[in-house]
């Protein structure tokens, strides 16, 4: 049994999209406070910390299924997805290069390690594609916006969204998507 839009259009729908925010702040939250833990020589309130986090994490991905947030048929998304973290590994290394150029090398050198994560999440998401739906891997004749804010990408007439459409990584309205050369 299916737990997508399971709320939609219920009274519960406003509180699980409320939750899943929540929880999705919360997981950011327990993370920071894990590093700052760990920087202080916490390391079992650091690990206690992070498994809050992961937890957290799955109660917002828990509400957004309830809501709909995301697509039931999430190819298109692991697509797009696939475009913005082979992008956000360029993206990530420039700001790293600008942290070192600035002396912030310790940051620097922790954002090269994410750039290459974000990098291999990418590559991840092409394997899944590869195997499972290699035909979305074909750009040939179609129409893709790319968001200026994370590389994102959307297949499709982006006219066909709502006005209200918002990136699903970044939250940018679509006007900062541009329609890819």
Not at 63 to 90: C, N
Not at 164 to 180: A, I, S, T
Request: some cysteine; proline content about 3%.
């Amino acid at each position: 049994m299916s737990l997508f839009e399971k709320v939609k259009g219920t009274k519960f729908e406003q509180t699980s999209a409320m939750l899943a925010q929540g929880e999705a702040q919360g997981t950011m939250m327990y993370y920071a406070l894990a590093r700052l833990a760990k920087e202080q020589g916490l390391p079992d309130v650091a690990e206690a910390l992070i498994e809050a986090a992961n937890q957290e994490a799955n109660h917002a991905g828990f509400f957004a299924t309830l809501v709909g947030k995301y697509p039931q048929d999430f190819w298109m998304m692991v697509r797009g997805l696939m475009a913005a973290e082979t992008s956000g590994e360029i993206t990530v290394k420039r700001l790293a290069d600008k942290f070192r150029a600035d002396g912030l090398t310790e940051a620097a050198d922790e954002m090269e390690i994410f750039a290459k994560q974000e990098g291999g999440h990418g590559a991840l998401l092409k394997k899944i594609l590869e195997k499972y739906k290699p035909e979305l891997l074909n750009d040939e004749g179609k129409t893709i916006y790319v968001c200026a804010c994370c590389g994102y990408e959307y297949v499709g007439d982006l006219d066909d969204e709502p006005e209200d459409y918002v990136c699903p990584v970044c939250g940018q309205p679509k006007k900062v998507f541009k329609q890819k050369a």
